[in-house]
């Protein structure tokens, strides 16, 4: 129950901090829901007027029962259903007098208690004359057909705006919109009183967890505090997002031996304060709402106890913060726009590592080393069960060291898109230093199209790494390398990416190695480097310049050799060298004429790469492993610089061009 307990504490902590305690923090006997109409009452009960409010989010009060209501639903206690509020809804064709005298006993039980309000007793004066939907009838809010039942359709004339905010259900085939589902929220106007809305009134609020509090009777010890509390055996739901019936307690199942065969009732396998769950299950709702990693069902979420903000767990966490400036770019080859404003020399690494350290110094302030973190995974394999799929807890120095480490290892030259503007018609391309997410992840190594389940596992794969620093699953980096070599069956921005990706896990991969086996990648060209898939990767990298550079002067545009090959290139890298080099004579032929001094770069660089060769790894026949794609890369990059730009560790191969 350790994760209960640090949700608790959370609340607790929340709870006492203005800054934090905002309206989507929930009060205990309280739940969320979307409400549709607003009616406005006297101090006395009497109709004002009523207007339809769209689908906006309140926080309402609910009993034990009404807050994880499923089938045959019990009332909550003010704000609900026309069917629970509406005594004449049977005039128009729907027969609720079931849930309509269930919603007026409790909230008579309410109003005659010690813990009444008077604003609340205005609302149950004006239920028991049984004219709320005449009422909203005639504010044009409901509508009927000649039958006199309400439309389950909107009328082609002049329709009412409920039906737009009303969720559509089927119904002998056809998709129908049921009226008397709209729910409904109360404003009595009190000459002198600033807040008429009950969902926000104060007093209301603590008027009905007093009631709701005296009205429970089973008291024993709480597993989460260590002290007698009344208890509950009916947790709330609606965790993960409004409507969302998974629960992560339930003793609901009394035929099916959850707790049978050990225990006698649920209390004894797991006890828990009515108080605690509702605050526990409160704080995770605003957490995963306010930070929380959505994937479909699967939700992760990593917070501080004391509820400041931290560094993004799976997402991007240079979003806030610049490694380095953005890079316009097209799906042009990705060295070229990036050559010129970034500074691809042997530093780059340590630049990064500079601009990382003073992105995590901005939380440094905020907590102690020894304050706690948790990270919590859900997911649910059933609609009505959820899960705890991931759990650690972390010191805050800890936290931002395994975030750190994630960043360090992992980080690579990447190809990001900007999400469209308002006026804008295309989304931008840019490219970045730094750590893949998750779900990029996911898709480098499975393609644009995953299975929902396959990235969900993925991502829990990848959770113990990041929180971790465990290693990376070798199939995740194979896959990705497998795919970024398949050039030609990739959209050319999807290569791009995926290639970016493979560097990047490649170069964590064998970070995170023992240190007999580990090996540093740079994020720059390593001119000296003389590892054999290292250089053939370089070659590649240059042949495809060569040629795409005699492409450019014929003014043609198809693949290049080199990209065709690739694939046949990281399989048999000799036999397909002496093939894209063979191929090579016509374009070296056309640039002798039109750039010479390109090409004389050019050469030496190939008889550098070839010098730096160890014997026997030239002619060797093994097939290429993922460090060609880095040298590929570094290469390619270093090719396109400026150049007018001299840097002394990179060869200079278009000076003259």
Partial sequence: MSWFQKLYDTYEYCAENADLADDVLLPVSHTSQQVHIRVFLDGIGQFNRAECIGKQQMIIPATEDS????????????????????????????????????????LSAWVDSPFSHPKVAAVLAYIRKGT???????????????????????????????FKALTSKKEG???????????????????????SYLERDKGVRESWIKYDVSSMQQCALCMVTGTEQILTTKHPRNIRRPGDGAKLVSSNDTSGFTFRGKFEKAVDAVSVGYEVSHKAHNALRWLIARQGYHNGDQVVVAWAVKGVEIPALLTDIWQEGEVIPDIDASDSPIAQPVAQKVDHIRDVGQSFALQLRKILSGYEGALSPTDAIVILGLNSATPG??????????????????????????????????????????????????????????????????????????????????ADAAPLPWDIVANSVRRACNRVGLENWEWESTLGIACALYKGFYARKPDIQQRRY????????????????????????????????????????????????????????????????????????????????????????????????????????????????????????????????????????
């Fill in 385 to 466: 069960r959820l899960s705890v799929t991931f759990y650690r807890e972390l010191l805050w120095s800890d936290y931002l060291e395994k975030i750190g480490s994630w960043q360090l290892d992992m980080a690579w030259l990447l190809r990001r898109t900007r999400k469209k503007e308002e006026n804008d018609k295309k989304s931008s391309v840019f490219w970045r230093i730094c750590a893949p997410t998750p779900e990029e992840i996911c898709l480098a190594a499975y393609g644009k199209r995953p299975d929902a389940t396959l990235k969900k596992a993925t991502v829990e794969r990848l959770l113990p790494c990041i």
């Fill in 132 to 162: 709320l939907a005449c009422d909203l009838l005639g504010a044009d809010i409901l509508q009927i057909g000649t039958d006199g039942r309400l439309l389950t359709e909107a009328p082609t004339d002049n329709p009412s705006p409920l």
């Fill in 67 to 106: 807050a994880g209501r499923s089938s045959n639903p019990p009332p909550h206690p003010l704000i609900d259903k026309l069917h629970y509020c509406a005594g004449d809804l049977p005039e128009y064709g729907t027969n609720n007098t079931e849930k309509h005298r269930a919603y007026i006993d409790l």
């Fill in 173 to 195: 085939g056809k998709s129908v919109r049921d009226q008397a589902d709209a729910l409904v929220c109360w404003s009595v106007e009190i000459p002198g009183d600033m807040e």
């Fill in 522 to 657: 740079n994020m720059s060209l390593e001119p000296e480097r003389t590892s054999r898939d290292y250089l053939y990767g370089r070659l590649l990298a240059v042949a495809e310049h060569l040629e795409s550079r005699a492409l450019h002067l014929a003014k043609e545009e198809r693949p290049t050799n080199a990209e065709r090959l690739m694939q046949r290139f990281s399989d048999h890298p000799l036999s397909t060298w002496l093939v894209i080099r063979k191929n090579l004579e016509p374009y070296r032929q056309r640039l002798q004429q039109h750039r010479a001094g390109f090409l004389r770069n050019v050469d030496s660089l190939l008889d550098e790469i070839h010098t730096l060769f160890l014997p026997g790894d030239f002619e060797s026949p093994e097939k290429l492993s993922g460090e060609f794609l880095l040298g590929y890369h570094c290469q390619r990059s270093a090719l396109w610089k400026k150049k007018e730009e001299n840097y002394s560790d990179i060869p200079e191969t278009i000076k003259g061009a």
